[in-house]
């Protein structure tokens, strides 16, 4: 039987966010070079979250404000708020949203299923909740972990070097049982991951896109012609990628009548992508949103006028927005980051009247942003570059 809603206010963690309105199974921390990274910035309160559909995270905290980043599991929502603390609600069967006291400093979170995922600062994992086969129990030195991801029964972590690891278990169709399912060795030069029911996504810097885990619905079959992709989202047996151009590539489950990989015709300057456990969100580069797939819990019946949305994150019933108050300086979305000869550059989807302003610093304990020239937007997409002279560096693009 299932426990009230619940709502665990403890240190901060968070998954997508309003730096680059990452989908809700990409991480907005990504390696660019070895130890380049993008991070988002904790917004000053000028967002909040909207909530649609009927699963218990609809049933948002009062006065959830200042949030920087969410994240969806199947039936609890997490929000990550600007003073550093989470916020988690919704079902809590297996305390997945009993935030551990100790957790602070954090970057990233992500919510599975029934277990959550916190990443720290310093690279360190914490994970609570269900732990039927593992999911929630992180590997004795995991260390220097740039992004998260949590999926059914199992947890997936990036490294600053690009390699990944996994723990916790995969159901297996031929076996009908849950398996261990150790990645290859091979499982090298990735820049950003997504955790399915049963599978993952795995971006390399090429980008493309290689998956592993359960095949049962051809969720594992990436489209051979699939490349220049910038984003990553895996549901519950499906999947979508964001190419470098705006559009959007579906593959896996497409179980009638839900169609939660047929892509809608208007997905067209597309920024950002959440999967659910049978539907697909989309986020336009005007800060409108599409949704497709299954709707019998209104999962996909986005509110009318939604508008000047960061983020997104898809669950099973439910559908969730980071939205930005359209009066604030925006810590924009940013994409197809890359490092070469020393000068590190990043693409943005720029409006007219506005600015594109470049910031970086050192160390993650630092206060202040070294910002560059601001360099006026048009309605193009603009290349904006910096030198990276130093080991590792911190950048963020902010809208003026």
Same mark, same amino acid.
Request: hydrophobic content about 45%; glycine content about 10%; some cysteine.
């Given at each position: 039987?299932?426990?009230?809603p619940a709502t665990v206010r403890g240190s901060a963690v968070g998954f997508s966010g309003c730096a680059f309105a990452c989908p809700?199974?990409?991480?907005?921390?990504?390696?660019?070079?070895?130890?380049?990274?993008?991070?988002?910035?904790?917004?000053?309160? +000028?967002?909040?979250?909207?909530?649609?559909?009927?699963?218990?995270?609809?049933?948002?905290?009062?006065?959830?404000?200042?949030?920087?980043?969410?994240?969806?599991?199947?039936?609890?929502?997490?929000?990550?708020?600007?003073?550093?603390?989470?916020?988690?609600?919704?079902?809590?069967?297996?305390?997945?949203?009993?935030?551990?006291?100790?957790?602070?400093?954090?970057?990233?979170?992500?919510?599975?299923?029934?277990?959550?995922?916190?990443?720290?600062?310093?690279?360190?994992?914490?994970?609570?909740?269900?732990? =039927?086969?593992?999911?929630?129990?992180?590997?004795?030195?995991?260390?220097?972990?740039?992004?998260?991801?949590?999926?059914?029964?199992?947890?997936? +972590?990036?490294?600053? #070097?690009?390699?990944?690891?996994?723990?916790?278990?995969?159901?297996?169709?031929?076996?009908?049982?849950?398996?261990?399912?150790?990645?290859?060795?091979?499982?090298?030069?990735?820049?950003?991951?997504?955790?399915?029911?049963?599978?993952?996504?795995?971006?390399?810097?090429?980008?493309?896109?290689?998956?592993?885990?359960?095949?049962?619905?051809?969720?594992?079959?990436?489209?051979? #012609?699939?490349?220049?992709?910038?984003?990553?989202?895996?549901?519950?047996?499906?999947?979508?990628?964001?190419?470098?151009?705006?559009?959007?590539?579906?593959?896996?489950?497409?179980?009638?009548?839900?169609?939660?990989s047929i892509v809608p015709a208007d997905a067209t300057n597309v920024t950002a992508l959440a999967a659910g456990y049978e539907h697909?969100?989309?986020?336009?580069?005007?800060? =409108?949103?599409?949704?497709?797939?299954?709707?019998?819990?209104?999962?996909?019946?986005?509110?009318?006028?939604?508008?000047?949305?960061?983020?997104?994150?898809?669950?099973?019933? #439910?559908?969730?927005?980071?939205?930005?108050?359209?009066?604030?300086?925006?810590?924009?979305?940013?994409?197809?980051?890359?490092?070469?000869?020393?000068?590190?550059?990043?693409?943005?989807?720029?409006?007219?009247?506005?600015?594109?302003?470049?910031?970086?610093?050192?160390?993650?304990?630092?206060?202040?942003?070294?910002?560059?020239?601001?360099?006026?937007?048009?309605?193009?997409?603009?290349?904006?570059?910096?030198? +990276?002279?130093?080991?590792?560096?911190?950048?963020?693009?902010?809208?003026?």
């Amino acid at each position: 039987m299932r426990q009230q809603p619940a709502t665990v206010r403890g240190s901060a963690v968070g998954f997508s966010g309003c730096a680059f309105a990452c989908p809700a199974s990409l991480p907005c921390l990504r390696s660019i070079a070895l130890l380049f990274a993008l991070l988002p910035d904790l917004c000053s309160g +000028a967002s909040s979250v909207l909530a649609w559909g009927s699963g218990l995270g609809t049933n948002l905290p009062p006065a959830l404000t200042n949030v920087v980043t969410i994240s969806a599991g199947s039936d609890h929502g997490m929000a990550l708020l600007s003073d550093g603390f989470v916020v988690a609600w919704g079902d809590n069967s297996y305390f997945q949203t009993n935030v551990p006291a100790g957790v602070s400093n954090a970057v990233a979170v992500a919510a599975g299923f029934y277990h959550s995922l916190a990443l720290s600062s310093n690279g360190l994992v914490v994970g609570w909740g269900r732990n =039927t086969h593992g999911q929630s129990s992180v590997p004795d030195g995991l260390s220097n972990v740039l992004a998260i991801a949590a999926g059914g029964e199992h947890s997936v +972590a990036l490294r600053a #070097d690009g390699t990944v690891t996994n723990w916790g278990k995969y159901f297996d169709d031929g076996a009908g049982a849950y398996v261990v399912r150790p990645l290859p060795a091979d499982t090298t030069n990735i820049s950003a991951i997504a955790a399915g029911y049963e599978h993952d996504l795995f971006l390399r810097k090429d980008g493309t896109v290689w998956a592993w885990g359960l095949n049962q619905y051809g969720q594992t079959d990436v489209p051979t #012609d699939l490349s220049n992709v910038v984003a990553i989202a895996a549901g519950g047996d499906h999947n979508v990628a964001l190419t470098s151009d705006g559009k959007v590539f579906p593959w896996g489950r497409d179980s009638y009548p839900w169609g939660q990989s047929i892509v809608p015709a208007d997905a067209t300057n597309v920024t950002a992508l959440a999967a659910g456990y049978e539907h697909s969100l989309a986020l336009k580069n005007n800060g =409108t949103v599409l949704a497709w797939g299954a709707y019998a819990d209104g999962q996909t019946n986005v509110p009318l006028a939604l508008s000047n949305v960061l983020a997104l994150a898809a669950g099973n019933r #439910d559908s969730f927005a980071l939205i930005q108050d359209a009066s604030a300086s925006v810590i924009l979305r940013a994409e197809a980051p890359s490092y070469s000869n020393g000068v590190f550059s990043v693409s943005v989807q720029t409006r007219a009247g506005k600015s594109y302003q470049l910031e970086y610093k050192d160390s993650l304990s630092d206060l202040v942003w070294t910002a560059l020239s601001p360099v006026p937007g048009d309605g193009s997409s603009k290349r904006l570059t910096a030198p +990276a002279a130093v080991a590792r560096r911190y950048f963020r693009v902010r809208e003026l």
